[in-house]
């Protein structure tokens, strides 16, 4: 079965450092993937995705990932954090067989950016 | 645009009693799915419908899980009898299609004592 990998469980940095978190699924054929963010207290709300096309995508609040098809992988990056992109940051991907609309997530990365 | 809502957003209750949540999906969304978060755990899918019918419930931890939808704009998940291990955050999103991201609700934090 499909699975995520969040290798990060917990990551600090010092505002205006540059970020990296990283995603790998298990297994490939076609698939959908997607970064959601959690702020404290709050739901999950979509930050970028991945369908097809340009494997760079960029999303909201100046968040961008780059799939690379050949490593399983789509890891997220901002050239510079502010101390409001504390959050939680999930990883998912949806195989796409189809009509199935499951997603798979990691198990999130927690961020926390000092000020 | 009203996004996914679900009530009540926090509840606390004694362990054996019901506990039902609920969940109205985005107008228009034909897809809903019912998941936990928790610490140890993450965010674990429990169930999703596709046009009001269950599609895949593996993730409904036990018997004491159901959850029904009745009609494309609401849903229900309760847990009968429940148990302090049920304590959570429950969210549910609904979805366009399977071509669609999923939208989530605020959840609804769960806390049996």
């Known amino acids: 079965a499909q699975s995520v990998s969040q290798h990060n469980h917990h990551v600090i940095l010092s505002e205006a450092a540059s970020l990296e978190l990283g995603c790998n699924y298990s297994y490939g054929g076609t698939v959908n993937l997607f970064w959601y963010v959690q702020y404290p207290g709050q739901h999950l709300q979509l930050l970028l995705k991945y369908f097809s096309g340009d494997p760079l995508v960029k999303g909201i609040k100046g968040f961008e990932a780059e799939f690379i098809k050949s490593k399983f992988s789509f890891n997220l990056r901002k050239p510079s954090v502010q101390w409001s992109d504390t959050a939680e940051y999930f990883c998912?991907?949806?195989?796409?067989?189809?009509?199935?609309?499951?997603?798979?997530f990691g198990t999130g990365t927690l961020l926390a950016v000092q000020p | 645009d009203a996004g996914v809502i679900q009530s009540p957003r926090h509840e606390v209750t004694e362990m054996g009693q019901e506990v039902t949540l609920r969940c109205k999906p985005i107008s228009g969304h034909n897809s809903l799915f019912w998941y936990r978060q928790t610490m140890m755990r993450g965010l674990e899918l429990l169930i999703y419908f596709n046009n009001n019918v269950p599609i895949d419930d593996s993730g409904m931890p036990e018997d004491r899980f159901s959850a029904k939808m009745p009609n494309a704009s609401f849903s229900t998940l309760k847990i009968q009898p429940s148990e302090p291990r049920d304590s959570a955050v429950y969210f549910c999103a609904s979805s366009s299609g399977p071509s669609a991201p999923q939208h989530f609700g605020d959840g609804t934090r769960l806390s049996i004592l």
């Open positions: 998912a991907v949806r195989d796409y067989g189809g009509a199935t609309n499951k997603l798979i």
